[in-house]
């Protein structure tokens, strides 16, 4: 499906602000970005780089006083996520040197300390893709979804505590209990085509059977139509954006919406696009 995806951000910088932005999906695994822009006001300089995850970050400098970034992309996007029922686990010794990392306790995702509780959840459960499917099923069936009960400091411990959180607390308690299990995990976040309420969104990938495998704790069921932003450890690898000043974001709007095109113009951008895989997930290393 081709979607319509995007988001504004307003901000009111008391003083000059230098700000990170990691806003600009890349074609890769799943999808083809077929036409993006990107607007900032007032206009300022913008470099860009990519991060050690294959993210691309932009640098600029918000002046005092307003200041807002549209960003809006048409993305041929795959209908489904690739599922595994019975996958094996991949050895650590295995396991390739830029996956490594990815089974290490990180800031949020204190997997050191969810040993006990992922044995449980995984009891009799085969090692390998049954297990993470097994977290995130216990996940989406215990933990309770909720606004406003979780905030930047929360962790996956937090979490298991509370019982209570939105899909970042998910996330991070999905990647804690895989690592606890020394199967790698990793953030992703992005765009989800009909998620309700609609907002930016976050899941997990977890590593099994040589390969990446997506999980989403806050749906029933697997969902294609996505949109990766970023991928990192965590929440810490993958914000949106990191000011360093004094700045306030006064609005957000997130939109993901099916694509209006006519025979005419599907058929040029099948030719312009490559023809996807049917379904999310790749063994591609150059989005870690």
Known sequence: ???????????????????????RPRSGAGQWIIREEYQINPAVNVT??????????????APEGPFSIHFSATVQTADIIDTAPGAPYTPVEELPDDVLHYTLPSRYCQSDQLGQLAAQIT????????????????????????YGTSDASTSAVDTA??????????THLGIS?????????????????QLDPMD?????????????????????????NRITVAYGRDAADV??????????????????????????????KSHDAPTLSSSVGSTNKTMN
């Open 239 to 268: 914000a949106f954006t990191t000011q360093f000043g004094a700045m306030t974001l006064d609005e957000m709007k997130v939109w993901v919406e099916a694509a209006d095109t006519d025979s005419n113009e599907s058929e040029k």
């Open 161 to 170: 505590s509370s019982r209570v959180g939105v899909c970042r607390d998910f």
């Open 123 to 146: 009891e009799n459960v085969e090692p390998g893709y049954d297990q993470a499917e097994a977290i995130r099923k216990w996940i989406q069936e215990s933990v309770k979804y909720q």
């Open 177 to 193: 209990l895989c690592r606890a299990l020394n199967i790698p995990a990793r953030m992703v976040v992005g765009y989800l085509y």
């Open 200 to 224: 930016l969104h976050a899941w997990f990938e977890a590593y099994v059977d040589g390969r990446w495998f997506t999980f989403d704790a806050t749906q029933v069921r697997p969902l294609g």
């Open 48 to 61: 860009e780089f990519t991060d050690m995850y294959g993210n691309l970050c932009q640098r600029v400098v």
């Open 1 to 23: 499906m081709q979607l319509n995806a995007g988001c504004e951000l307003s901000f009111h910088a008391q003083t000059p602000t230098p700000l990170i932005l990691m806003l």
